[in-house]
């Protein structure tokens, strides 16, 4: 069974910068697509910020500029750099992995950091 457990969320002035990380239970980095999502209160999870199976990259046009995915595949850890954090951006963020083998697709989500950017 796959975990995934994000940390580094919390309150942040506009403004301002976080670093989330999400760490996987053993190494299921290599080839998937990874990536963050958000959610916030009243609205649906949308994409923020992932890899796709092929190591590409792709933000959601409101982080494009400020926001950064990048991975570590030998700490089996994934990160998102946040930098001028707006009021917009608070949210829950979801570290998400995914990826078919054999016929069966899996999809997995972590528990989820709690960003709330205000004054």
């Known amino acids: 069974q796959v975990q995934l457990v994000e940390s580094g969320g919390g309150l942040v002035q506009p403004g301002g910068s976080l670093r989330l990380s999400c760490a996987a239970s053993?190494?299921?980095?290599?080839?998937?697509?990874m990536g963050w999502y958000r959610q916030a209160p009243g609205k649906q999870r949308e994409l923020v910020a992932a890899?796709?199976?092929?190591?590409?990259?792709n933000y959601a046009d409101s982080v494009k500029g400020r926001f950064t995915i990048s991975k570590d595949n030998a700490k089996n850890t994934m990160y998102l750099q946040m930098n001028s954090l707006k009021p917009e951006d608070t949210a829950a963020y979801y570290c998400n992995i995914k990826w078919y083998m054999l016929g069966n697709y899996y999809d997995y989500w972590g528990q989820g950091t709690q960003v709330t950017v205000s004054s």
């Open positions: 053993g190494s299921i980095f290599s080839g998937r697509a």
């Open positions: 890899y796709t199976s092929g190591g590409s990259t």
